[in-house]
């Protein structure tokens, strides 16, 4: 593996780098992020002790940095695809890397010997990429725009399964043993892993808009027990897969902002991020803010001042100390509002007591 270190307490983010593009936060900009928007941003897992993070972009690249103790980011090495790629995840032990991309192909990067290998493929772009790491099997999950959902014994050539879903594959998440998909047309079918990946329950969306993202969350006994679903409108669906009570299942507005004559401007969720050891969860949306929320309590925790550009992606390090994010344009507002002279950044943040749930 590269070099090691590890990230102390979270004052190591009290001092922000020099940054390239405006932070009202202050937060840290990462060295050499990539060169178009970001698609994917994942941290290393907890079996590693030290903090790296991926980064997938629309540039068709992958980039690995480590977080140094300092806060400082090192810029490891970086590998590209034959398309944009959509997808990054990591291998549970941290080795490697896997990379989903619009060439229908995954690849396996071995951050070791620094080897990338083809490991599955689709008829259409990959979506989402994900390791299952079951009680009695590990394999790849990988969901495309050809209607298929594929698992896949990265030694073999072949799948192992291959499910057909309705539509297209448009957001996926997994935390063993349930995985979520949403897909086109407003479906979303949750699926058990155990012994092997079975239907487990279709649904429509509670939204009445298009989904772009989705995140499994867990009960206070760390099992997955239901999942966040964001849409293009605005809004976020907080979904129990067998609900106590009707009631525990409710959406919520999100990344809006007051417009002229009294009407409201809505923007996308882009991405929904649940916090490892708090349960909360963190949204980030084309209106370029960020907001942590605490679904138990129903109530907001934190609303982030205004970046100049959209926030595309999120995630949390495995302690929950560090919260990353992407600022790019998403052209949500189409190709007459892209400025060149606006770079791609991603930042890191201190976010460990901001995440904590509200008390009762």
Wanted: glycine share 6%; with cysteine.
């Amino acid at each position: 593996m590269f070099a090691t270190s590890t990230l102390g307490s979270s004052s190591a983010f009290a001092t922000p780098s020099v940054s390239g593009t405006p932070n009202p936060m202050k937060d840290i900009e990462v060295t050499a992020p990539p060169e178009d928007s970001v698609s994917s941003l994942e941290f290393s897992p907890k079996a590693l002790q030290q903090n790296f993070f991926i980064a997938g972009s629309w540039d068709c690249s992958v980039r690995c940095w480590e977080v140094e103790q300092s806060g400082r980011t090192n810029p490891k090495s970086m590998k590209t695809m034959g398309g944009p790629v959509l997808d990054v995840c990591w291998i549970d032990d941290g080795t490697k890397v896997f990379m989903a991309s619009v060439d229908k192909q995954v690849k396996c990067w071995d951050l070791a010997s620094d080897m990338v290998v083809q490991v599955a493929a689709h008829d259409a772009p990959v979506k989402t990429c994900h390791w299952v790491k079951g009680s009695n099997y590990t394999c790849l999950m990988t969901g495309s725009w050809d209607k298929t959902l594929k698992f896949w014994d990265v030694r073999s050539q072949n799948p192992i399964l291959t499910i057909n879903l309705p539509e297209r594959c448009y957001c996926a998440d997994v935390d063993y043993p349930m995985a979520v998909v949403g897909t086109a047309g407003r479906g979303v079918i949750v699926y058990s892993l155990e012994n092997k990946p079975t239907e487990f329950k279709r649904q429509e969306s509670p939204l009445k808009y298009q989904h772009r993202t989705i995140s499994i969350f867990k009960d206070k006994k760390k099992t997955p027990t239901g999942y966040a679903l964001g849409s293009i409108e605005g809004r976020v669906a907080i979904q129990y897969v067998n609900p106590t009570n009707p009631k525990d299942n409710f959406t919520f507005k999100c990344h809006r902002m007051n417009g002229s004559g009294g009407f409201q401007d809505i923007y996308a969720v882009n991405d929904i991020a649940f916090h490892p050891e708090h349960g909360t969860l963190a949204t980030v949306g084309s209106d370029g803010t960020f907001g942590f929320w605490d679904k138990d309590a129903r109530t907001k925790l934190k609303s982030s001042e205004t970046m100049d550009q959209s926030i595309t992606k999120c995630c949390f390090n495995a302690s929950g100390h560090i919260f990353a994010y992407a600022v790019g344009y998403d052209w949500s507002k189409g190709h007459e509002y892209y400025n060149p002279a606006k770079k791609t950044a991603i930042f890191l943040r201190s976010c460990y007591d901001e995440l904590k749930p509200r008390l009762p």
